[in-house]
């Protein structure tokens, strides 16, 4: 069965529009596992824009599963997740002016720089993951760089225009899944997923975990977080 990460960055997103303290996604995140998530993920950005430090090292008290940190392939990143240690960081590409993270990580135009990051990382017993569009290049540079794991994009999928393009998209995931796996990587997915078009993600069997936010974060506003984790947790449990 695969596993449920559930990103509680855009908690942190609605306090940051009052620069208060609530909604806490601290608490969010407990009631994520309470509720059955096999994990929790946040991503501290460079500008602190919704998750700040003083969350990370609550949360690497608090959660009890798999806290999974988003973030850049800087020093100073590095330099944090060496501190707080958490079970795994995903790399990701960064821009200041996205709303949210678009397209992944180009491992193959730095493996150098991305080898080099990875090693440091887990020479602190964090397992790393690279967040990686579904093209072979990015795989096979990804197993270049020693990483444990890929986290395949499913962005395109999630916005195609058509049933076509979905089918298209949802064809790469699948090869590049398989892929990842023949490579001695582990597979994630994410970026968009939600309680619709999740169901086809679901029927990939190389893909050991989904990452979701915004959707059951969304969702949650209205059944609150317990019932939004199960819903999903069901959906997945079908499979």
Same mark, same amino acid.
Not at 165 to 175: F, P, Q, T, V
Not at 176 to 197: E, S, T
């Given at each position: 069965?695969?596993?449920?990460?559930?990103?509680?960055?855009?908690?942190?997103?609605?306090?940051?529009?009052?620069?208060?303290?609530?909604?806490?996604?601290?608490?969010?995140?407990?009631?994520?596992?309470?509720?059955?998530?096999?994990?929790?993920?946040?991503?501290?950005?460079?500008?602190?824009?919704?998750?700040?430090? &003083?969350?990370?090292?609550?949360? &690497?008290?608090?959660?009890?599963?798999?806290?999974?940190?988003?973030?850049?392939?800087?020093?100073?990143?590095?330099?944090? @997740?060496?501190?707080?240690?958490?079970?795994?960081?995903?790399?990701?590409?960064? &821009?200041?002016?996205?709303?949210?993270?678009?397209?992944?990580?180009?491992?193959?135009?730095?493996?150098?720089?991305?080898?080099?990051?990875?090693?440091?990382?887990?020479?602190?017993?964090?397992?790393?993951?690279?967040?990686?569009?579904?093209?072979?290049?990015?795989?096979?540079?990804?197993?270049?760089?020693?990483?444990?794991?890929?986290?395949?994009?499913?962005?395109?999928?999630?916005?195609?225009?058509?049933?076509?393009? @979905?089918?298209?998209?949802?064809?790469?995931?699948?090869?590049?899944?398989?892929?990842?796996? &023949?490579?001695?990587?582990?597979?994630?997915?994410?970026?968009?997923?939600?309680?619709?078009?999740?169901?086809?993600?679901?029927?990939?069997?190389?893909?050991?975990?989904?990452?979701?936010?915004?959707?059951?974060?969304?969702?949650?506003?209205?059944?609150?977080?317990?019932?939004?984790?199960?819903?999903?947790?069901?959906?997945?449990?079908?499979?």
């Amino acid at each position: 069965m695969m596993r449920l990460g559930v990103n509680i960055d855009h908690v942190a997103t609605v306090r940051e529009a009052r620069k208060t303290r609530i909604p806490d996604p601290v608490a969010a995140a407990i009631a994520a596992e309470m509720a059955g998530a096999d994990g929790i993920v946040c991503h501290l950005r460079e500008d602190r824009r919704h998750i700040k430090d &003083k969350d990370l090292y609550l949360l &690497k008290e608090i959660v009890k599963n798999h806290l999974n940190l988003e973030m850049a392939a800087t020093d100073e990143m590095v330099a944090i @997740a060496i501190e707080v240690i958490p079970d795994m960081v995903t790399l990701v590409p960064e &821009k200041r002016e996205e709303l949210t993270t678009e397209g992944g990580l180009d491992v193959a135009a730095n493996v150098d720089w991305i080898e080099d990051v990875v090693a440091r990382l887990r020479s602190n017993n964090i397992v790393v993951s690279l967040f990686v569009d579904a093209e072979i290049g990015q795989i096979k540079a990804a197993a270049r760089c020693h990483a444990d794991y890929v986290e395949l994009h499913t962005g395109c999928y999630a916005t195609a225009d058509d049933l076509c393009e @979905a089918n298209d998209e949802l064809e790469k995931i699948r090869s590049m899944a398989i892929a990842g796996a &023949k490579l001695g990587l582990g597979v994630g997915a994410g970026h968009g997923l939600d309680y619709q078009n999740v169901r086809e993600i679901l029927e990939i069997e190389q893909i050991e975990e989904l990452n979701i936010g915004h959707a059951i974060i969304a969702k949650s506003m209205m059944v609150g977080v317990d019932r939004a984790v199960r819903e999903m947790l069901d959906i997945i449990r079908t499979y």
